[in-house]
């Protein structure tokens, strides 16, 4: 962010801003909330680290093996995770 200070709010006008806050932050800004003149909390951009945007978004990228649900397998991954009867 440089050597740019945060932006600043106090509680009641965070909340009546929120919708703004968010969407400065979603540009890259980074807003203290303050109670009081005190800052307690921080509101930064969140960094994505996979971007997924619908069911089957791993499809060709993940190879099963054709017993990959075969009951062997199962009951070893049960038995690796504690949970076999």
């Not at 009546?16 to 509101?43: D, F, M």
Request: aromatic fraction near 4%; proline fraction near 4%; charged fraction near 30%.
């Amino acid at each position: 962010m440089g050597s740019e200070a945060a932006a600043q709010f106090n509680i009641h006008e965070a909340k009546t801003n929120l919708s703004r806050i968010i969407e400065r932050v979603e540009h890259g800004e980074e807003i203290v909330i303050s109670r009081a003149g005190q800052p307690v909390a921080k509101v930064i951009p969140l960094v994505r680290r996979v971007n997924r945007t619908a069911r089957g978004s791993l499809r060709g990228k993940l190879v099963l093996s054709d017993d990959w649900d075969a009951p062997e397998i199962n009951e070893t991954i049960a038995d690796d995770f504690g949970t076999t009867a």
